[in-house]
């Protein structure tokens, strides 16, 4: 591991070793319901063993990348993010035994007075087996997300530390919202060095794993960071929102939303007068368990596709476009999402590649060293990254995206988002 100190890529191996351990959307928000300091202390101490093994396991597998891939200049540039986050995880200061012995006093022990949280099912998404090698010796780690914690006073220093771990963790944020284009760019570059149009599918389940990752680290940061802000400023705590959970996310007014920019998006990129019309069907009152800004953005790229398609079907001067509908059903597992357009649709000799990362019709983008937009803000349509990413936005909670279409007509998607919101993240 080239560039850093012996002694760093010791302790990166060493943390690498250990499991990582998955929560369930129902357990962060069981969690964060009306959180104590003391609550929160113990979600940093959680933070603080596992965001270190989650990046061990990540930069380590950018090192045993392919030569040609991990030399990259953007692939390097993410590395270093991961090994600087790392180090300031592993350097911030434990809890003092003060601290500790206060938290673990207003602790609930026993079975009678304890709030057991629902059990993790296993994520349909997690299908390869764990990968362990025999020659490590991988030890196992006592921690856990939850702890029932008495709303008794404890010390300030519990609050202090609550605050200054949440600016450690604001900051990793921060460093890290560059990561999907930043590697999007070092694909980029591997594939003008190798002269290829195409990536392998070793790198391909690379991607996949690389950025359900990081949508896990990024979902448990953001919500250890919303739920110390709500509890000291009390805002939204009465509301549907636990962290960056809405406990009553309201699909209609999401999906919604979602046309209300894509048609804007459309019209602006084709310099259209007549925008394609998108139809909604969808019961008033639907509500589920979710993250509303996930939702936004898988339904956004969705119907962004599908406008794109119709509008290159039928010209950007036609005087009428055919409506796209969305369709909206709820069962008692999953809510499904349906957007069905009549863009020509997919040869099947395609269907495979629209899941590749890189495929794309549009232009590939060249990015600035210095880009720092998060994925929901960078230009991704350029990177072909739309479908793919919103694949594993939909898996990370237990849910999937499909699509079925009709060459010479058009393309069904179907976006089957869990509502039981119980399985576990998919972790590799």
């Not at 997919?346 to 495979?352: D, G, K, L, T």
Request: proline share 5%; charged share 25%.
């Amino acid at each position: 591991m080239s560039g850093i100190s012996r002694e760093l890529a010791s302790r990166i191996a060493h943390f690498a070793r250990f499991p990582q351990t998955g929560v369930s959307l129902r357990q962060m928000v069981e969690f964060g319901q009306n959180p104590s300091q003391g609550t929160l202390l113990r979600g940093a101490q959680f933070l603080h063993d596992e965001l270190p093994i989650r990046l061990a396991h990540r930069v380590v597998e950018l090192d045993s990348l392919p030569e040609n891939l991990n030399q990259m200049p953007s692939v390097l540039r993410v590395k270093r993010m991961y090994i600087d986050s790392f180090n300031e995880l592993i350097n911030f200061p434990k809890a003092s035994e003060r601290i500790r012995e206060a938290v673990k006093e207003a602790t609930v022990q026993g079975t009678g007075d304890q709030r057991h949280l629902p059990g993790n099912q296993h994520n349909p998404a997690y299908q390869e087996s764990p990968r362990i090698s025999s020659s490590h010796w991988i030890p196992s780690i006592q921690h856990r997300y939850h702890y029932e914690v008495k709303p008794t006073e404890l010390p300030v220093e519990v609050s202090e530390y609550n605050r200054s771990f949440v600016q450690t963790l604001e900051k990793i944020k921060r460093r890290h919202d560059p990561v999907v284009t930043t590697l999007a760019q070092g694909v980029v570059e591997y594939k003008q060095r190798m002269k290829t149009r195409k990536i392998d599918n070793h790198v391909q389940h690379f991607l996949d794993r690389f950025y359900l990752s990081r949508i896990g680290i990024r979902m448990l940061i953001g919500q250890q960071i919303e739920l110390n802000q709500h509890q000291q400023q009390r805002q939204r705590q009465q509301g549907d929102y636990v962290g960056v959970i809405c406990t009553h996310t309201r699909v209609k007014e999401v999906v919604q939303e979602a046309i209300d920019n894509a048609r804007f998006i459309c019209g602006d990129y084709y310099m259209l007068m007549n925008v394609p019309e998108i139809e909604l069907h969808c019961p008033r009152e639907l509500e589920f368990m979710y993250v509303p800004s996930h939702l936004h953005h898988m339904v956004f790229e969705l119907l962004k596709n599908s406008l794109r398609a119709v509008v290159e079907l039928c010209g950007d001067e036609a005087d009428h476009y055919p409506t796209i509908k969305v369709i909206v059903a709820e069962g008692n597992e999953d809510i499904t999402i349906k957007v069905s357009d009549e863009g020509g649709g997919i040869p099947r000799s395609a269907m495979e590649q629209v899941w590749t990362y890189m495929y794309t019709t549009a232009q590939t983008p060249m990015l600035d060293p210095e880009f720092d937009k998060s994925d929901f803000k960078a230009p991704l349509a350029g990177f072909g990254y739309g479908l793919p990413l919103s694949r594993l936005y939909a898996r990370y909670f237990g849910g999937d995206l499909k699509l079925i279409s009709m060459e010479g007509y058009g393309t069904d998607a179907y976006l089957h988002l869990s509502r039981l919101s119980d399985n576990e993240e998919p972790l590799a």
